[in-house]
């Protein structure tokens, strides 16, 4: 299959969740593109926007397995990666996998479980295994991680550090819905459905093998040009020069945008990156990956806003070819 075949097969993923999730489908987009490049992300917002049910319904399309841990302060890490016990009637211990051993882990509410466990699925995110006891066990492919955290609720919570949070190769937002009218197609939804979870009945629109070809697709057949390379690597320098960032992207922040750029460009039915590509997902990919100096933090200076303006202040590359 070519970048057209793969690109309209992605826009019935598209379509076949947004059935489901009504409203912002720029994010079902771009969650699709992370999911292309085996990565994780993390959404921040309110309760209630659908974050849970997006995730539902991506495992679903992609023909994907799907479990959910819900993230409390009495969570354990092996709640999540498993543990092994002692069978007295086998005189062996036995493996119980935890919910990490799936293709889409729904992490909700993340930063409600304390930094130990939060770090129980550093391994899993970054190397895509995990150790129990000693021995090393490799996850299935694909695997990505979709973690949820609320904004506005800090009492009782655990936030992220910086180590954990460049692990996420996409911090999205979800919002509320932009319309009476996208607010109306919600309700008539809920009343179609006659049931709060639809997900059971969708369809796959692939299995497991093709997402693994569309995969492998956009990790070898997918060109970038140097002079895009160049771009993406003088944004993300751009951005560290910035005399209000104390700690800017590290070289994963810039891997990140190579990889999702790629994805998008296939998305598009295109077997090479655009620059527009790498704008379409420079906020999202490095804004979360920058650590303001304490001074511009209280004020209320936003890892957006140093994106933004280093985008601007980086040439765009005009014409480029791609080399045979």
Known sequence: MNAESYATLCDEVVSAVSKVYIGNEEVVRKTLAAALVNGNVLFEDHPGLGKTLLAKAFGRALGLEYRRVQFTPDLLPSDIIGTKVWRQNLGTFELLKGPVFTNVLLADEINRAPPKTQSALLEAMEERQVTIEGDTLKLERPFFVIATQNPIEYEGTY?????????FLLKLRVGYPKSLEDEMAILKARISWGKDDPTADMEPVMDRGTFLEMQAFVEHEVFIHDEVLKYIAGIVREVRKDERVEAGPSPRGALALLKVSKANAMMNGRDFVVPDDVKRYVIDALAHRIV??????????????IVEAAVKRVPVPKEFEREE
């Open 159 to 167: 936030p992220l550090p910086e180590a954990q949070l460049d692990r």
């Open 292 to 305: 303001l100096g304490a001074e511009y933090a209280f004020e209320g200076v936003s890892g957006r806003e």
